[in-house]
């Protein structure tokens, strides 16, 4: 069994440390290798999904139903309101997932000047579900 001894308190702190810093940065080495992997993976994964919903494709393992829109209405919390459906329902029906840009385009402007959402109530399969988003945003729907 080895001893060391040091000669003075600084010494010794010195020692100690030097060799906790080397264990600290070949911790931060491995951590930062592992984050730089995870973070490749996860690019290449969404990559992959990104380009196969390019092209139409279902990227889910499980048998997704396709989306059915039920409801769609666009407007501020109170006040005068449009149906969004028909303008939803051409972007949306049929497919596994979509994206909505909410914008006065869906129906016109029901409220001038006033904060408006879009709350879309749609189906998959027996599952109904809801999703909204306020004017200027995007509302995902997703039956994956």
């Not at 209405?73 to 969004?84: L, N, T, V």
């Not at 997932?97 to 998959?124: F, Q």
Request: glycine share 10%.
């Amino acid at each position: 069994m080895r001893t060391y001894f040091c000669v003075s308190k600084a010494l010794c702190l010195t020692f100690i440390f030097a060799l906790s810093f080397g264990v600290a940065a070949q911790d931060s080495s491995d951590y930062k290798e592992g984050y730089a992997d995870g973070f490749r993976d996860g690019f290449e994964k969404g990559r992959r999904k990104a380009i196969a919903e390019d092209r139409g494709e279902s990227t889910s393992e499980s048998k997704g139903y396709p989306i059915t829109i039920t409801s769609a209405i666009y407007g501020p919390e109170s006040g005068s309101s449009c149906d969004a459906r028909r303008f939803v329902g051409s972007r949306a029906n049929g497919r596994r997932s979509a994206s909505i840009d909410v914008t006065n385009k869906m129906c016109g402007d029901p409220s001038p000047g006033d904060r408006k959402s879009l709350e879309i109530t749609y189906r998959c399969g027996s599952l109904v579900k809801t999703t909204s988003a306020y004017e200027h945003r995007t509302a995902y729907l997703s039956c994956d």
